[in-house]
């Protein structure tokens, strides 16, 4: 029960941690969208549809899949450099 009990209280602080990253993530995907975009036009429009994607997951209150997709997409900018 012990156990239990701790792992709820570290679920529970955990959440609102991974809300406060998304909008570092987005700022981020924004920043770098601006100043060395893709030059890859499919490379553009699928980072922005996970940029979008990551925003709505976000505001509906699954931040851990919102970090996730956000990630996908810093990625696909990171590696078109």
Do not use: Y
């Not at 969208?33 to 030059?39: A, G, K, V, Y």
């Not at 505001?59 to 696909?76: D, I, M, R, T, W």
């Amino acid at each position: 029960m012990r156990r239990l009990s701790l792992l709820f209280a570290a679920l529970l602080f955990s959440t609102p941690l991974w809300a406060m990253h998304c909008p570092q993530d987005m700022a981020k995907i924004d920043q770098l969208l601006q100043s060395n975009p893709p030059s890859d036009p499919a490379v553009l429009a699928q980072v922005q549809k996970l940029r979008a994607e990551g925003e709505e997951l976000h505001k509906a209150g699954n931040h851990s899949e919102s970090v996730k997709v956000l990630g996908e997409a810093l990625q696909l900018l990171e590696a078109s450099e």
